[in-house]
């Protein structure tokens, strides 16, 4: 069964399934890179008039949509999307994905996304988004607001006054926290 919540940003809904959505972590989409996505399901999704960005989590799904479609119009076929994948599939709908991620990294990039996986990723989910890891330079964190905190009207004041003043409190190295 799929059941909705809103977020934040009222151009994005987010879906939850008691199915395991995705077995690699968050994984965000675009409709510009349509042409370079492979995953048949996120495709078809990305597809559908309005759908602009699709966010992937374990047991979640966000959808950012465009101004010209409403959500009554769009929520029912995102839905039949999904229960039709998990009707006819038993496996996640992002599976065995080698992350990029082997690079060594000092102790405090260390340090700064133990501090996003476990302080700050689990809140911003709870919005239908998700916050990623850029760099880190000079005392600044940059990262990527992702699903639904992507374009958000409150994601600025969440970032200065939520993720950098959580950051600066556990990671002494870091000044601030900037977005891409």
Not at 99 to 111: L, P
Not at 157 to 165: A, D, I, W, Y
Request: with cysteine; aromatic share 6%.
């Amino acid at each position: 069964m799929i059941q909705t919540e809103t977020t934040p940003n009222p151009e994005s809904l987010k879906f939850l399934s008691e199915n395991i959505i995705s077995s690699i972590g968050t994984e965000e989409f675009r409709k510009k890179d349509i042409g370079k996505i492979k995953n048949i399901f996120i495709k078809q999704l990305l597809d559908f008039k309005g759908v602009d960005l699709v966010l992937l989590s374990k047991n979640f799904l966000s959808v950012k949509k465009t101004k010209d479609v409403t959500w009554d119009e769009l929520k029912p076929m995102v839905i039949s999307h999904l229960n039709d994948y998990y009707a006819k599939n038993d496996e996640p709908i992002l599976k065995n994905f080698k992350k990029k991620d082997t690079e060594e990294q000092s102790e405090v990039i260390k340090k700064i996304k133990d501090v996003l996986d476990t302080k700050i990723r689990p809140a911003v989910a709870k919005d239908g988004g998700d916050i990623k890891f850029k760099s880190f330079d000079k005392g600044v964190v940059t990262v990527e607001l992702q699903g639904a905190c992507s374009g958000c009207p409150s994601s600025l004041m969440t970032l200065k006054q939520g993720v950098q003043n959580l950051m600066k409190h556990y990671v002494k190295e870091v000044n601030s926290v900037e977005a891409v």
